[in-house]
């Protein structure tokens, strides 16, 4: 890869995935997004743009992978707390809140359960992909739980007999809905977010990055 070009990380088919293609050629970007391509290159601008599981994002840019990312504050704050256990870097600089990829990271049970308050979570096997956030909001409420990890599929851990009850992202509430479950508690709500690697860039890619924060901001306004 061309390190003089720009490269920004940004989900590859999800929540986010939409509306950042739609911001980033709204900003003038020519972008031909193949289904089955990493790399897209930008045709227009030094700018090449990663797709990849929004999950690895924070990651990438706080290792300094990738000059910008878009993401969800939820995955950007796990990610956080995952590497500070790890005694890995995790500076980043904050560019610019997004107008889009509204969420939040929910506590859920069946849907034929009592709800008495998160007390009754106490000692219970809880599956979520963002077991950080869920310990430290269970930890502030005294409340202490067994994690059960899974990175996918976790509306149907319930049914499986994996757990007792999810933390995970909640959107318009059709994936509980679908799955028996319903929404008990949130945890964190989020938003995407525009971050940028925690480095000095080089001269060229830097005045490109000052060209496109007014253009985003711009239409960020426009859509208000
Ligand atoms: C989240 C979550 C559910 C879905 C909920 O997935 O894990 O699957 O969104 O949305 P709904 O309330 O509108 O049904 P996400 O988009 O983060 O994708 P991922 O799990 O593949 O990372
Ligand atoms: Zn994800
Ligand atoms: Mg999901």
């Known amino acids: 890869m061309d390190s003089k070009r720009l ?28 289904e089955d391509r990493l790399i897209a290159h930008v045709e227009n601008m030094p700018i090449d743009i990663l797709r990849v599981r929004d999950d690895d994002i924070p990651g990438l840019v ?18 956080m707390l995952e590497r500070q256990s790890q ?47 869920l310990k430290r909001f269970l930890a502030e409420q005294g409340v202490t739980f067994k994690p059960v990890l899974l990175t996918g599929s976790v509306e149907v851990a319930p049914r499986a007999g994996l757990a007792d009850a999810i933390c995970d992202l909640v959107s318009s509430g059709a994936t509980l809905e679908a799955n028996g479950l319903k929404e008990v508690q949130v945890i964190y709500r989020s938003k995407a977010t525009l971050i940028q690697a925690d480095t000095e860039l080089y001269p060229e890619k830097q005045k490109l990055v000052d060209r496109l924060l007014p253009r985003l901001e711009g239409m960020l306004q426009a859509r208000e």
């Open 62 to 79: 706080m290792d300094k992978v990738v000059d910008l990312g878009i993401v969800g504050e939820n995955v950007l704050e796990e990610t």
């Open 87 to 133: 005694g890995l870097a995790t500076a980043f600089k904050k560019l610019k809140d997004l107008d889009y990829g509204g969420c939040r990271l929910s506590l859920a049970i069946p849907r034929e359960q009592e709800w008495t308050g998160v007390a009754a979570l106490q000692g219970k096997k809880i599956a979520t992909t963002y077991p950080h956030l």
């Open 7 to 34: 490269r920004i990380a940004m989900q590859k088919s999800g929540r986010l995935s939409q509306d950042s293609q739609e911001l980033l050629k709204s900003c003038g970007f020519k972008i031909n997004l193949r």
